[in-house]
């Protein structure tokens, strides 16, 4: 299996994690749960144009899509097929980076897939053939890149509000709400709009997602032995089992149990056992 990884550099990188590329890429399972995270993905099917997003809570349905498409901030996990994974390009995006390239609120992308056609009109369309007809994997990355950059419809700064408050959420500022909107100097409701605009979920919602991404990382290469719920609930901020289990439960639609014994080499992708 090829897998490549190639990181922008700023001012790009505010807004995006990476470009990747996987070739030959196999799993033993026909279906996987994505765990949300507060990003945003493009990703394109290079071998075959088509792409399919299957209903969580009824798996034998699904929507197709053409090769090409945008996943938007999730608000719980999706499903995905894993034939189409053979030979994949795209782009992660960081919390509120698909802003500078959408000029409606980001808001409006929350749970969507759509079509790089229907994101970008026919720019987005011609993007899966301009990087098919560059030969090696380090082309076509760079070739994405400058695709992307033709695209860019807002500068590359972010909301003064918005880079202190995922900067409070991350830990590198330590205080309250209301003293994160104090150094803010915005009121609480101006906050959760630009907010919300940017980033594309409400404060709250990511905040809770972030704090599940934290417990992913936390056990995902420890054994069942190593790990006592109890203590991973407090260690990562919930009031009490109970109050995890839900949390857990909403955005994984699974309990961490099954989570331990189905957990993939990557932390958020789960196959779906039927």
């Not at 608000?75 to 053979?86: F, K, M």
């Not at 053939?129 to 033709?150: D, K, M, N, S, W």
């Not at 918005?162 to 991350?170: K, N, P």
């Not at 995902?220 to 949390?247: P, R």
Request: charged fraction near 25%; glycine fraction near 6%; proline fraction near 6%.
């Amino acid at each position: 299996m090829l897998f490549l990884k190639y990181a922008p550099k700023p001012p790009l990188s505010e807004f995006l994690e990476l470009f990747w590329y996987y070739e030959g890429y196999t799993q033993p399972h026909a279906k996987e749960r994505i765990m949300p995270d507060g990003s945003m993905q493009v990703v394109i099917n290079l071998r075959d144009d088509e792409l399919r997003i299957y209903d969580p809570d009824r798996p034998e349905l699904f929507d197709k899509f053409s090769g090409a498409i945008f996943a938007g901030p999730r608000s719980r996990y999706e499903v995905i097929d894993t034939a189409s994974q053979a030979s994949l390009i795209g782009i992660h995006f960081r919390p509120g980076g698909i802003s500078r390239f959408f000029k409606p609120p980001t808001s409006e992308l929350l749970d969507q897939n759509l079509s790089l056609e229907s994101l970008w009109g026919t720019n987005g369309a011609d993007i899966r053939g301009r990087i098919l007809e560059v030969a090696t994997p380090r082309e076509r990355l760079l070739t994405f890149e400058q695709c992307l950059l033709e695209l860019t419809q807002k500068p590359f700064v972010r909301h003064p509000a918005v880079h202190v408050a995922l900067a409070f959420i991350s830990g590198e500022f330590s205080g309250t709400t209301a003293e994160l909107t104090d150094r803010i100097g915005i009121s609480r409701r101006r906050f959760l709009q630009v907010f919300s605009d940017e980033i594309g979920l409400a404060p709250k919602l990511f905040c809770r997602i972030h704090r599940f991404q934290s417990v992913l990382r936390a056990v995902h290469c420890k054994s069942e032995n190593e790990i006592d719920w109890a203590d991973v609930a407090l260690d990562a901020g919930y009031f009490d089992q109970a109050h995890f289990n839900h949390d857990f439960r909403e955005f994984s639609g699974i309990n961490p149990g099954t989570y331990l014994k189905h957990r993939t080499a990557h932390f958020n992708h789960v196959p779906l056992v039927e």
